[in-house]
Nanobody
C-alpha cells in the first residue's frame, strides 16, 4: 500500500529555517508530480509548492516564492521543502502529496491522489 510520510517540522523563531522531508513507500513515485500544501487552524488547505517528475520544473505560491525551495531525489522516492526566512504566518500543518495522474504538477488540492499525515510547523514572532 502506497504511503507518504512527512518529517522535519518543529518550532522555530521568525527568520529561521526548517527542512521538511516526505518519503514515499509501497510504490514508485519517480514518474509523478508531487507537492507540498499547508493548512492553518480555521483555514482551508492551500498550495505551497510542487515539482514535476524530474525535479526540473518547480512551482510556488506567491507567498513563499524566494523563501522556500522544493526538490526531489527519485532514487529514494523523497521530496524536500527547504524553508528559509520563516514568518509567523507560515505556521501550519504541512502535507506532502502525490498526483498519480500526471508528471506535471497542479496547484489544486483535488488534483492529488495520496497524502501524508502532515507535520506541524510553528514559527514564533
Amino acid at each position: 500500500q502506497a504511503q507518504l510520510e512527512e518529517s522535519g517540522g518543529g518550532l522555530v523563531q521568525a527568520g529561521g529555517s526548517l527542512r521538511l522531508s516526505c518519503a514515499g513507500s509501497g510504490r514508485t513515485f519517480s514518474s509523478y508530480a508531487m507537492g507540498w500544501f499547508r493548512q492553518a487552524p480555521g483555514k482551508e488547505r492551500e498550495f505551497v509548492a510542487a515539482v514535476d517528475w524530474s525535479g526540473g520544473s518547480t512551482f510556488y505560491a506567491d507567498s513563499v516564492k524566494g523563501r522556500f525551495t522544493i526538490s526531489r531525489l527519485n532514487a529514494v522516492d523523497t521530496i524536500y521543502l527547504q524553508m528559509n526566512s520563516l514568518r509567523p504566518e507560515d505556521t501550519a500543518v504541512y502535507y506532502c502529496a502525490a498526483d498519480f495522474k500526471s508528471s506535471v504538477p497542479w496547484r489544486r488540492v483535488d488534483a492529488y491522489d495520496l497524502w501524508g499525515q502532515g507535520t506541524q510547523v510553528t514559527v514564533s514572532a
